[in-house]
């Protein structure tokens, strides 16, 4: 029987008592459906003394070693400019060769380029065609048969 592939859903939502008891259990939810193993960092790292020295560091390298050993990255990119922390962990993932999928249901655009809705190098983990596919703008997207995420949970 073969595993079930890890997603790393990097996000800002747990900073947000509202987005992590409303907005991530229905995303984590969307993705668990498609069979995907999520590793959600807020869940799996923040369970440190926040009062103790060297937590955030703490955080911080799990939070790293977690993008490391995962299959994947799905990155929540809202905001203008997006979170900071998921950009740092969503250009580690491209710089491993990470399958990357962007997430953003923000209408607002974020860019200088024509092409793309955001800053062009958060493109860069993504195929130069066809980066549509790995591209989510809302939720009930994310199980389409035909968007990548789908795709690369479904193949080898």
Not at 55 to 80: K, S
Not at 84 to 95: F, H, K, S, Y
Not at 130 to 156: M, Q, S
């Amino acid at each position: 029987m073969q595993r079930a592939k890890t997603l790393y859903l990097a996000n800002p939502y747990g900073f947000s008592s509202q987005q992590r008891t409303r907005l991530l259990p229905e995303l984590i939810r969307a993705l668990e459906a498609l069979g995907a193993e999520v590793w959600e960092p807020f869940a799996r790292n923040n369970q440190v003394d926040h009062a103790e020295p060297g937590w955030a560091y703490e955080i911080g390298q799990r939070d790293l070693q977690d993008v490391r050993q995962c299959d994947a990255i799905f990155a929540i990119v809202n905001g203008t400019p997006p979170d900071e922390g998921v950009m740092v962990e969503l250009g580690v993932a491209i710089a491993l060769g990470k399958p990357t999928f962007l997430f953003r249901d923000d209408f607002r655009r974020c860019t200088d380029s024509e092409r793309y809705p955001l800053n062009l190098m958060l493109f860069t983990g993504l195929p130069a065609a066809g980066w549509e596919d790995y591209y989510y703008t809302a939720l009930d997207e994310i199980g389409h048969p035909d968007k990548a995420l789908v795709r690369w949970l479904k193949g080898p």
